[in-house]
């Protein structure tokens, strides 16, 4: 049932972090506070006092910081409640990947406490993960590229016999590191391992040119907005500081086509590695709304308003249209605060 | 060969491929070729163009254009 969004609206929102690799919660609150359908009051939710969305007011009317996730759902409830008594929030949109399984194990609790989500289920969560991309992909017919997971040091020995150099070692959540020779396979696992813990993925390399997509699917197999756009910018981590939006139906049926297979709800990133010889590889879906999600209002398609508008039940009609060569070049920004303001969310957990 | 219908070019020689996003410039010759050319004539007819409108000798244009051609090509300006 669709409900009345005329009001000043409260949504939670996380990944309020804007660094060199930046969280898309700023990039999420703009977009909606852009919207002119509805108004909000934006809560952030952090997990360290120096994320700079806590500092940015004009965006975020009040922040709270929230338990990490290897706190488990309990410790996270517990803080949701309070902050709900506080702020009768009625929607929290998750921005990171590692948070995303508690609050879908809380979804129907949420419910219950009149707080809407709106991501997808954890069947469809799991699907995708990178640990079982090669199955889905072969499964769904994707072109995706090979890989093998790694529990301990000793199965490196083997994988010579089935990749060629160089191989992609992978985080379970992030990183990825390209490596040319045993000696190199062996200090990226180290260095992923320390980092991010087992399992860990070595990926076949493909050649290409890299394409991120933004999507937005309605739970029940419609892809609502699709946005591909093509990194300008790189920086040393990978993350695009400029891209540009592109015009190819080619990947905006292969996004279509996920969303139909996954029946995905809520909002996604699919990289897409284009081959030399025109195969798109699908390398990753992160299950959530990209950095550069920006771009998607700049261009025409709103996606982080429609996600709201559908989270309280209305109808969103897919874009049919969006504006080609829209380009993004991100900055960094000395953002100046006070003492007392550090102090507030250091102390006391709210700002 | 023909330009690609998508690709994009402003007057003063600013080339943009929407499928690839890469943008390419080139002097204001190369913009009136590619102009050209997107009207959808034959080569024959952008060389016919080209030397009644500009002092050039015939053989070294067509040379040159061939030579152009090659690197739209690469660009994927071409299919």
């Keep these: 049932m669709s409900k009345d969004i005329k009001h000043k609206i409260v949504i939670a929102v996380t990944g309020l972090n804007a660094i ?40 975020v009317d009040k922040t709270y910081q929230i338990p990490y996730p290897t706190a ?45 989500t709106f991501m997808p289920d954890l069947d469809q969560f799991e699907a995708r993960d990178k640990m079982k991309l090669f199955e889905f992909g072969k499964k769904h017919d994707f072109c995706v590229p090979k890989d093998k997971i790694i529990h301990e040091f000793r199965e490196l020995a083997q994988l010579e016999k089935d990749f060629e150099y160089p191989m992609v070692i992978k985080g379970k959540f ?28 070595v990926q076949e ?12 699917g309605d739970g029940e197999g419609n892809a609502i907005s699709v946005i591909p756009m093509r990194k300008l910018y790189i920086t ?36 897409v590695m284009l081959s030399y010889d025109g195969k798109p590889y699908i390398m990753e879906v992160n299950p959530r709304f990209p950095a550069w999600i920006y771009l998607t209002a700049a261009a025409g398609q709103n996606q982080p308003a429609s996600l709201v508008k559908m989270a309280f039940g209305q109808k969103v ?6 504006e080609v060569g829209k380009i993004f070049v991100r900055y960094a920004w000395d953002l100046i605060t006070d003492i007392r303001e550090f102090q507030k969310i250091s102390g006391n957990g709210e700002l | ?14 080339l ?11 002097n204001g010759i190369g913009a009136e070729i590619v102009l050209l050319m997107k009207k959808n004539i034959l080569l024959s007819e952008v060389v016919d163009t080209m030397c009644n409108k500009y002092d050039v000798d015939k053989t070294l244009f067509e040379r040159d254009l061939e030579e152009f051609m090659l690197q739209l090509k690469d660009y994927s300006i071409l299919e």
């Design chain 2, 1 to 14: 060969m023909t330009i690609r219908k998508n690709i994009a070019i402003s007057d003063e020689g600013f």
């Design chain 1, 20 to 59: 060199d690799s930046p969280g898309p919660g700023v990039a999420v609150i703009r977009a909606i506070r852009e919207c002119p359908d509805f108004e909000v009051r934006i809560i952030g939710l952090s997990y360290e006092s120096l994320e700079p969305g806590l500092y940015m007011h004009d965006l």
């Design chain 1, 317 to 322: 009609e897919p874009f049919t249209e969006y």
């Design chain 1, 205 to 216: 390399f493909i050649k290409g040119t890299e394409i991120n997509i933004a999507a937005l």
């Design chain 1, 236 to 271: 040393d981590k990978g993350k695009a500081w400029a891209g540009i939006t592109l015009d190819d139906e080619s990947f905006i049926e292969l996004a279509q086509k996920f969303i139909k297979a996954t029946k995905w709800r809520g909002g996604c990133e699919l990289e």
């Design chain 1, 174 to 201: 992030y990183d990825a590191i390209i490596a040319n020779s045993m000696e190199q396979v062996e200090k990226a696992f180290y260095k992923i391992l320390s980092k991010w813990g087992l399992p860990i993925i």
């Design chain 1, 72 to 116: 488990g759902t309990d410790a996270l409830m517990g803080r949701i409640q309070y902050i709900h008594e506080k702020e009768n929030l009625e929607l929290i949109i998750p921005n990171f990947d590692a948070e995303l399984f508690n609050f879908m194990k809380l979804r129907d609790a949420l419910k219950k406490m009149g707080i809407a």
């Design chain 2, 16 to 26: 943009f491929n929407p499928t690839t996003g890469d943008s390419f410039s080139t």
